[in-house]
């Protein structure tokens, strides 16, 4: 069963639009972790945020913002003010359980290819 | 800032082929992984590893697969004999208080 469902397979937009990802996840337990990587054309993950379970205040990390509603099982990511090394795929990722040995188990989403164009 | 290195960054073998990924996890680290990623699909789970032995491994990981931690630095991934569909980028994790991915190893079988 997918646990991580990223629905928009791909978002176009102009340099200096906002852009906003979503990602609907799926667990019975109480404690977990969610993340945001940016897989760029090089091929790299990049870590971007991390979230647990417990903590759904949602922060501004400069141009990068996040959404956790634990109420709809969502996680979205917005970027503002897109620019055009922006354009990458954007995984959204879950990690179950407590142990530090959960956190490096990602069950990750499909991604979605962001095009920022000029 | 410390992070995780991966060699070679691309390799060809010929289908049947053995061959080794290289990783070098984040010298404090505990935990280290595998993870596939198929073109242009996502990134899948592969084996977990925790003192010295396997923790868990997801059902990709067949007998064709291997992992060991043979100096106490290196962390490698063995496919004995390569096939076609394991063509794919080697993503190689490290992990104490959060997961930090290696640059990727883009294994082409021909």
């Known amino acids: 069963a997918q646990k991580v469902t990223q629905a928009q397979t791909e978002i176009s937009v102009v340099e200096k639009e906002d852009v906003t990802l979503d990602c609907v996840y799926e667990t019975r337990d109480t404690t977990y972790y969610l993340f945001w990587y940016k897989q760029p054309p090089s091929g790299e993950l990049v870590f971007l945020i991390r979230r647990n379970s417990f903590d759904e205040q949602n922060e501004i990390s400069g141009r990068y913002s996040w959404n956790f509603q634990k109420s709809t099982s969502s996680f979205n990511f917005t970027i503002t003010a897109s620019q055009v090394v922006d354009s990458a795929v954007y995984f959204c990722a879950l990690s179950e359980g407590m142990t530090t040995d959960s956190w490096g188990k990602f069950q990750f989403g499909a991604g979605t290819q962001v095009v920022v164009t000029p | 800032e410390p992070e995780v290195t991966q060699t070679p960054s691309h390799q060809v073998t010929q289908m049947g082929q053995e061959v080794i990924l290289r990783c070098v996890p984040i010298s404090n680290h505990l935990y280290f992984y595998w993870y596939r990623q198929i073109l242009g699909q996502k990134v899948e789970f592969l084996v977990s590893f925790y003192n010295n032995e396997i923790s868990e491994k997801s059902e990709i990981f067949d007998d064709q697969f291997s992992v060991e931690r043979p100096d106490g630095s290196n962390f490698t991934l063995k496919i004995r004999s390569t096939k076609l569909e394991d063509s794919a980028m080697y993503f190689c994790?490290?992990?104490?208080?959060?997961?930090?991915f290696g640059q990727g190893t883009r294994l082409t079988v021909v």
């Open positions: 994790a490290s992990t104490t208080s959060g997961a930090f």
